[in-house]
């Protein structure tokens, strides 16, 4: 054999080797497939969990398998537990590797053999699989995959913790899964429910962590395993993902994202309230959204309507403040959970935006944002007004505005043709004010809104009065502003004949209107208005009035009550 042959087989089976014939002097190590990634080689002194089958050099004859045991071989290396050679022939092997090692006898069971099975100067050869490897310095080794951007809470002795994991042997072969079972793994940490690798491995995870977790076997099941999966002296790997975590004693955890300026006003017990809300667990994954249901959710607060945990998170908001509340599950659903939706134990986060509240004895809110100098004449019942307005809910959102409409808004205040809380912010303007007008849902449309106003909403009312001509009491068409003339016929009768026919009547009626000395009903037709008085007076229907014909209202209404008391 030349030297290059020799360097190449050297090369091939990693050993010392004889060019010349002959007997073997030294194991020869033929690494026939090795894994792309090792990350750890065996030592001296590390203990090795592999599989073999053992044959004779001379005729292939096996003479001992561990598959056929169906039980891998467990020893120290370096140690002497092993035959020579296959000491020699461990060393820096990789899990996952095979190799076949030659073992000459003086390396193995030399010119004595061994129980009837090794005969004397036998040359042996082993097939090798390698499992695992570790060693009594070996620690809990932790390699972090992914961690949320923030962590405000780590895992620590006491938490309970729920995970998925994926648990392998060291050689990949997988021994158990959370996810198969489609349910996280869930118990107290540091309080001996787990193997003492695990305890250890999953202390200081965030919520949404990912982790590689590598538990040596006596930090695992050690010499006994556990069930058919884990054979004994295994070391474990779990790759972990921490889905949240709790302590017994948490309180609710608010984090307050934003609060608008000029917030005068925050919610109390018994308060109604109005919010939207993104429902999730720690690890961020959703589990339910009022914005996908385009719908606030509407409650009372502190009457035990939603859980104990968002009851107390309701407390203090103004309108439109947006919080994080972290609820843990002795203040949410507890162990049980709720069917397939939240799992038991869960902690959950609600991301909350405040829409708006009110309490059931809120008055109408006026804030009078400019009044004209010289106010003196103001809207009353009976009145009719011409206003502008925009009508918004509490977050502003614009529900309704007087521009954009093809006519004048009028109202005749008194008539309840508005609702009632605008009907007040109406009340006691002047032409030219603007008025802020917060009007909550007794006051508005109540419970069932109506048209593009939800249920429940405080309303927002941006007012000004454009428009005002002072009204007559309900069932009047006139009304005097002062003393009417007495006696009344002769003033009406303008050219003294004794008879007022329409156009003399209606002659006569606008001239006091025009004098400022009375005031038809305002927002109708006035010749509609005096032919129906006029009518009303001739009551034997011959188209004109005489003084025993006419009579006041206020004399009419005066006799009926006498005729009643009679």
């Known amino acids: 054999m030349d030297l290059l042959a020799c360097m190449l087989l050297f090369v091939l089976h990693v050993a010392a080797v004889t060019c010349t014939p002959g007997p073997l002097v030294d194991i020869v190590v033929d690494r026939y497939d090795i894994p792309k990634v090792c990350p750890r080689e065996v030592q001296t002194e590390d203990f090795v969990r592999y599989h073999f089958n053992g044959t004779f050099h001379e005729d292939g004859k096996k003479f001992d398998s561990s598959h056929d045991r169906g039980k891998a071989f467990i020893s120290q290396v370096g140690l002497g537990r092993l035959i020579t050679g296959m ?65 405000n809470r780590t895992s620590v002795v006491s938490d309970y913790i729920r995970y998925h994991y994926n648990g392998t042997l060291l050689s990949g072969e997988a021994f158990d899964s959370s996810y198969s079972r489609n349910a996280t793994y869930d118990t107290y940490l540091g309080q001996g429910y787990l193997i003492k690798g695990m305890d250890e491995g999953l202390l200081g995870m965030c919520a949404g962590e990912k982790r590689i977790i590598i538990v040596p076997p006596f930090l695992a099941y050690g010499e006994n395993g556990s069930g058919t999966r884990i054979p004994p002296q295994a070391t474990l790997v779990f790759e972990v993902l921490l889905v949240d975590l709790f302590n017994p004693k948490d309180d609710l955890m608010v984090q307050v994202k934003e609060v608008p300026e000029g917030c005068i006003r925050r919610t109390k017990t018994g308060d109604y309230i109005r919010y939207h809300y993104n429902g999730t667990f720690q690890d961020g994954s959703p589990f339910d959204s009022s914005y996908q249901r385009n719908s606030t959710y509407n409650t009372y607060i502190g009457m035990g309507y939603v859980i104990r945990g968002i009851d107390k998170a309701l407390q203090g908001l103004c309108i439109g403040e947006k919080r994080r509340v972290i609820v843990p599950p002795h203040m949410a659903y507890g162990e049980e959970g709720v069917g397939d939706l939240i799992p038991g134990s869960a902690v959950l986060v609600f991301d909350i935006h405040v829409i708006d509240f009110h309490n059931p004895n809120d008055p109408v809110h006026i804030k009078v944002t400019h009044k004209p100098e010289g106010c003196s004449v103001k809207s009353e019942t009976d009145d009719l007004i011409q206003y502008r307005y925009n009508c918004s809910l509490m977050d502003r959102t614009l ?18 043709n508005v609702i009632s809380g605008l009907e007040k912010g109406l009340s006691g303007m002047c032409e030219g004010e603007r008025r802020e007008v917060i009007v909550p849902p007794h006051w508005g449309h109540g419970e069932n809104g109506a048209g593009g106003v939800p249920g ?29 003339p007495n006696p009344l016929f002769p003033a009406m009768d303008l050219n003294g004949d004794n ?20 005031r038809l009903r305002p927002g109708t037709d006035a010749d509609t208005i005096i032919k129906d008085m006029f009518n009303n007076q001739d009551r034997n229907e011959d188209g004109k009035i005489v003084e025993d014909e006419l009579k006041l209202k206020t004399d009419e209404e005066s006799e009926r009550m006498k005729r009643d008391e009679l």
């Open 87 to 151: 000491d020699r022939g461990l060393q820096g092997m990789c899990v996952n590797e095979r190799r076949r090692i030659t073992v000459p006898p003086h390396l193995a069971y030399g010119s004595v053999g061994t129980g009837g099975v090794i005969p004397p100067d036998a040359v042996l050869v082993f097939d090798v699989l390698l499992l695992d490897i570790w060693n009594a310095e070996d620690k809990v080794q932790i390699r972090t995959l992914s961690k949320p951007a923030s962590c």
């Open 499 to 518: 008879e007022v026919p329409l156009e003399e009547f209606s002659e006569f009626l606008m001239l006091q209107v025009k004098e400022g000395k009375g």
């Open 399 to 416: 529900l309704y505005s007087s521009d954009k409409l093809d006519s004048p808004s009028f109202t005749t205040l008194g008539t309840n």
């Open 456 to 484: 429940s909403a405080v309303l927002f009312f941006e007012l000004e009065l454009v428009k005002l001509q002072k009204g007559v009491p309900e069932g009047y068409m006139f009304v005097w502003l002062g003393d009417s």
